[in-house]
DNA sequence: TTGAAAGCGCTAACAC
DNA sequence: GTGTTAGCGCTTTCAA
């Protein structure tokens, strides 16, 4: 691989210089010609900036981590992809983990966050709480922040429009004339639930219906979540006629569950879900649900960190645009 | 953060004593006595080597890439997973991708491999071929091992029992009574897909079946996929009683087409898949089908890379064990 | 406008 | 058994 040095010789001037100009350092004068000279040797020869030397030197490795509890998640795509985007418009890397990765006090944990190899961290821990704490000290030191999983207030939070989305796909079902309408949410510990909630009641509110507090589970986000709450709301009497599912996952198996039951959705059930993602085309009846601005909040906090790295002052991010959208499929219709 | 000589300082001692204890230089003499203390101040201190440092001194990162189609693709969890078990055994982290990071002459692409931070690639670029040429140079200075998507006799290849698994899955539906068996493949420039067709024609030519060839498609893994292949296979006359789908994503699009086109599963036609998933589980009908060792073949691929980093001859990998096994769940019956 | 040189944290060859 | 030192590739201050 070639160095600062191999292009400096094959130019004809000092390693400073070629620095200067190939790390577009923004108040250097150079002259045009040997701008050129050095542009044209580092092509030449292929050269590449070392990340190692270049890290050492400047004590940034120009890479940042982005921890999402596990990467089967289709819900995470979106989220990914934006902060990959927002990442390489800065020269930055995204290197990606699962929470289990950093699992407090772990080797994994150390080797990721401890030995400088990340500049600052984009956490997604899931629906259990993670305190800053239990990273080992990386939050002393470099930028965390925290993508909808802690409350709006909270120091390096990034939110999303949770309380608008659950109002959407709650006021589709009383668009269609549901009135017995179910609520499968997430643990209680997680704000992403509380807030979903909140959207849940007012739509309900303002509709003028009274929520039935049977109809309400707080299981989880996971396809198994699902089904345990689809066991529990399909044996109340009466039964609902809709449900709204908190996460999409949990929609999956509670369209599983609800087959074996032998309930018709959505005939004898309608189901919406929050966020939107490919096994929500694919399930049968393919589901009705809301698709959230992943990919928004995904660019919005990389530039956040990318602007704390750069020594700014932190802010929070809520992001509300593109709005929360209802994607009407085939496990929706109206109350007969 | 602590550097070796604010260890060295508070031990009294010299930093190379320090870097030969911490980094447990194989060959060195150093007194019990001083071994203790410099690991006590190493400890007092939370001392954590820095990883630019090191890399800068010893060319190597520690960190390989491991490269995926899609993050989204639950197929990959337990690879993934195998990788990174491997890797933290060996103190290497696992930088992880998508085939589009690197696309050739993409700007991702020379970040992520050439600038020098990564020692090696393990690569699965999906099903079509992509040739190491574009991978910029990288395949001439470091190690690319190629997952399931090359032939077994070409260098660098890491390969898993499709054939095995094949012949399992479509033997399956021949003792369930079916004859009549389609085959709904990769795209035929895949290798996978190759060896899928050898072991489901290995079963059929042993049970002494004809393959009908109208009954075989060849559109690829996706759900979309699968839906076209269905459209097809479900248009033939007569129709199939049972499909083998060389991969559990194109199955649940396949399922759900059928649902559409008012075809029972497994009533009116049985469905086994390869490879398993937890979406396998969440279908309507829950999907039979054959596990593959993916878990293993990313320990025995990062073990591989590992070996040639430190300079040893290449090898090819061919997993076998465990062998694919089949999961009967309840798209699958035996014929009426 | 350009160059010389120091030094980021680490390892390893060499000296004692 | 332990210490001294050079140097990996880079950026940046300082001098010319």
Redesign the interface.
């Known amino acids: 691989?070639a160095t600062l040095s191999d292009v400096a010789a094959r130019a004809g001037v000092s390693v400073s210089a070629v620095s200067r100009v190939l790390s577009n350092a923004p108040e250097t004068r150079v002259s045009e010609e040997t701008r050129d000279r050095i542009r044209r040797a580092a092509r030449d020869l292929?050269y590449?900036?070392?990340?190692?030397?270049r890290?050492?030197r400047s004590a940034r490795?120009n890479v940042v981590a982005l921890i999402v509890p596990?990467?089967?998640?289709?819900l995470?795509?979106e989220l990914?992809r934006g902060v990959?985007d927002a990442a390489?418009d800065q020269?930055y890397?995204v290197?990606?983990?699962r929470t289990e990765?950093i699992e407090p006090g772990g080797?994994?944990a150390?080797?990721?966050l401890?030995?400088?190899?990340v500049d600052a961290l984009l956490l997604q821990p899931g629906d259990k709480p993670l305190p800053l704490e239990s990273l080992g000290?990386f939050a002393n030191?470099r930028p965390v922040i925290r993508l909808n999983s802690v409350g709006e207030d909270e120091p390096g939070s990034a939110t999303m429009p949770d309380e608008v989305g659950a109002r959407v796909a709650t006021r589709h079902l009383i668009d269609l004339g549901h009135e017995r309408i179910a609520f499968a949410n997430g643990i209680s510990e997680s704000y992403t639930a509380e807030r979903r909630a909140r959207g849940f009641r007012a739509a309900m509110g303002a509709a003028g219906i009274t929520v039935d507090e049977a109809l309400v589970t707080a299981y989880g986000y996971t396809?198994s979540d699902g089904e345990r709450a689809a066991a529990q709301l399909l044996a109340a009497t009466p039964r609902p006629t809709a449900i709204f599912v908190a996460n999409v996952n949990a929609a999956?198996?509670l369209?599983?569950y609800a087959?074996k039951a032998g309930v018709q959705v959505p005939r004898d059930l309608a189901v919406v879900a929050l966020h939107d993602?490919?096994?929500a085309?694919?399930?049968?009846p393919?589901l009705t649900t809301v698709t959230m601005p992943s990919y928004e909040l995904g660019r919005r906090a990389f530039d956040e960190v990318h602007r704390r790295i750069l020594g700014e002052e932190p802010s929070n991010i809520r992001v509300d645009d593109p709005p929360p959208r209802l994607i009407v499929r085939e496990s929706t219709v109206p109350l007969r």
């Open positions: 691989m292929g590449r900036p070392n990340s190692a030397g890290a050492l490795s596990d990467l089967m998640n289709a995470f795509v990914v990959e390489i020269d890397l290197l990606m983990g990765d080797e994994r150390h080797k990721l401890g030995e400088g190899r000290g030191s396809p999956v198996g369209l599983a087959r993602s490919w096994t085309a694919n399930t049968w393919p």
